[in-house]
T-cell receptor
Framework: KAGVTQTPRYLIKTRGQQVTLSCSPISGHRSVSWYQQTPGQGLQFLFEYFSETQRNKGNFPGRFSGRQFSNSRSEMNVSTLELGDSALYLC???????????FGPGTRLTVL | AQRVTQPEKLLSVFKGAPVELKCNYSYSGSPELFWYVQYSRQRLQLLLRHISRESIKGFTADLNKGETSFHLKKPFAQEEDSAMYYCALSPQGAQKLVFGQGTRLTINP
């Protein structure tokens, strides 16, 4: 099976812009989770989607949002970008229960 | 509060020596605990989870509920074990991971 894929792999934006990142889970996986990784804060959970519904949410401002489509692909959006949003954004997929999470390679976002 | 603490940011040992990466957690319920590893230029991947009680690549981890610890051990380190190691917990019933800050393990020849 193909692994989790994320597009784009690298992105450069300026403050105030918005950005959309995409994640395609492993075939058959219905749950997609998103994480932000920074040198200072480490890996932090953003949110999790299952069957197009957000099931869990981390402690991030409302500028961070996501959605999941009927084919389980997921997107996350960050509006009004700030310098501190520069990070590696990882997504992970699981079949749906309390399973092992399989991670994608990440999208490196740089905000200038 | 849910928290995972890995007290060592960096750990360096010689090939053939025993390795122990420490992990302590804070959670009021019964969490599921994991060790994830990230080798150079590779994606984050599961090393082991406590419920499976498996030994992967010679690594084992025992859950100590009294000490709220989940330390990762290997009796004889190999150079290919050099990587970033993350301890993580999943709260009961929630599909999310709370990660520690990670420990960079370097195995010297």
């Amino acid at each position: 099976k193909a692994g989790v894929t994320q597009t784009p792999r690298y992105l450069i934006k300026t403050r105030g812009q918005q950005v959309t990142l995409s994640c395609s889970p492993i075939s058959g996986h219905r749950s997609v989770s998103w994480y932000q990784q920074t040198p200072g804060q480490g890996l932090q959970f953003l949110f999790e989607y299952f069957s197009e519904t957000q099931r869990n949410k981390g402690n991030f401002p409302g500028r961070f949002s996501g959605r999941q489509f009927s084919n389980s692909r997921s997107e996350m959006n960050v509006s009004t970008l700030e310098l501190g949003d520069s990070a590696l954004y990882l997504c992970a997929s699981t079949p749906g229960g309390a399973d092992t999470q399989y991670f994608g390679p990440g999208t490196r976002l740089t905000v200038l | 509060a849910q928290r995972v603490t890995q007290p060592e940011k960096l750990l360096s040992v010689f090939k053939g020596a025993p390795v122990e990466l420490k992990c302590n957690y804070s959670y009021s319920g019964s969490p599921e605990l994991f060790w994830y590893v990230q080798y150079s230029r590779q994606r984050l991947q599961l090393l082991l989870r406590h419920i499976s009680r498996e030994s992967i690549k010679g690594f084992t981890a025992d859950l100590n509920k009294g000490e709220t610890s989940f330390h990762l051990k290997k009796p004889f380190a190999q150079e290919e074990d050099s990587a970033m190691y993350y301890c993580a917990l999943s709260p009961q019933g929630a599909q999310k991971l709370v990660f520690g800050q990670g420990t960079r393990l370097t195995i010297n020849p």
